[in-house]
């Protein structure tokens, strides 16, 4: 699963690729979603429920916050309308969004609903992983995967430029200290329940 956010239209090749196949497909670009509350008619889809080699049946919903994001529906509301179509047990939410407020509130909206409530965004892991007391994973922010030499996977000087300056200017990504952010969740498959969370930073 590719879950998105705030910068999926930035290559416009993408509307295609999801355009490319009907909501019950199982391909691979069925797989990549977008934001399940942006409104409706956008290409794409917000959810995907398949299943495991094992048979196990699990859910990915990707949500985009409001707070300094722009427009898009209600996440709380659409969530709860998601929930009610998906038969999945296991069910991992993508929180794209800016305010940690926002996607704290939706972990503790979702506890005992979903698997797990994982945060992007901010490209910075943070340090609050933990099961809540319904049995959700909940982490503010899993992190970037990409080079940490960087401002937020920015060339250093590009950034600092426009700071000091004020000035407009194309950005390029950075190159140095590649690593890769990501939570390991262990659940109950029967219940969806998470029993466990840790988060890794592997670097070279």
Known sequence: MITTGNHVWDKREIIE?????????????????????????????????????????????NLQGRVFMGSSDDPFRVADSLLKEITAKVVLVDVHAEATSEKAALGWYLDGRVTAVLGTHTHVPTADDRVLPGGTAYQTDVGMSGPYDSVIGVEKELVLQRFLTGMPGKFEAAKGDPRMAATLIECDGATGKALSTQRFLLGE
């Open 17 to 61: 690729y999801m355009k490319s196949v009907p909501a019950e497909s199982h391909e691979r670009a069925r797989r990549v979603i977008r934001p399940a509350n942006y409104v409706a008619g956008t290409p794409g889809y917000g959810f995907y429920q398949g299943e495991l080699p094992s048979g196990q049946e699990y859910a990915v919903i």
